[in-house]
């Protein structure tokens, strides 16, 4: 029905940066909001940044200032650009849209991942 994937994800230094994007496709109508989570072996998934509207953001403390959550409403894409990555900052990176598909309920959905890894 709708099918998200990431992309962008790697190895980099502390300090540097990395720009992960997530496209939507399927039966979408409309999408209420975007947003990115994280997750580390043996931890849950961790809110990191949500975008409502295309335009109005909110960021976990732990990326404020550091992370800018983006969309391109038309091409049904969502963006994290990561600024001055932490080795905390390692995780895998999943995207999510709240995505009205013409049922009566907009649903969730999930992409699979992208692996982001701050080594040294």
């Known amino acids: 029905q709708v099918h998200l994937v990431e992309f962008g994800g790697g190895l980099v230094q502390p300090g540097g940066s990395l720009r992960l994007s997530c496209a939507a496709s399927?039966?979408?109508?409309?999408?209420?909001?975007m947003g990115w989570y994280r997750q580390t072996p043996g931890k849950q998934r961790e809110w990191v940044a949500t975008?409502?509207?295309?335009?109005?953001?909110e960021y976990a403390d732990s990326v404020k200032g550091r992370f800018t959550i983006s969309a391109d409403n038309a091409k049904n894409t969502v963006f994290l650009q990561m600024n001055r990555l932490e080795f905390e900052d390692t995780a895998v990176y999943y995207c999510t849209m709240n995505v009205n598909t013409g049922l009566l309920r907009a649903n969730d959905y999930w992409g699979r991942g992208t692996q982001v890894t701050v080594s040294s």
């Open positions: 975008i409502t509207d295309g335009i109005k953001t």
């Open positions: 399927g039966t979408i109508r409309s999408i209420n909001g």
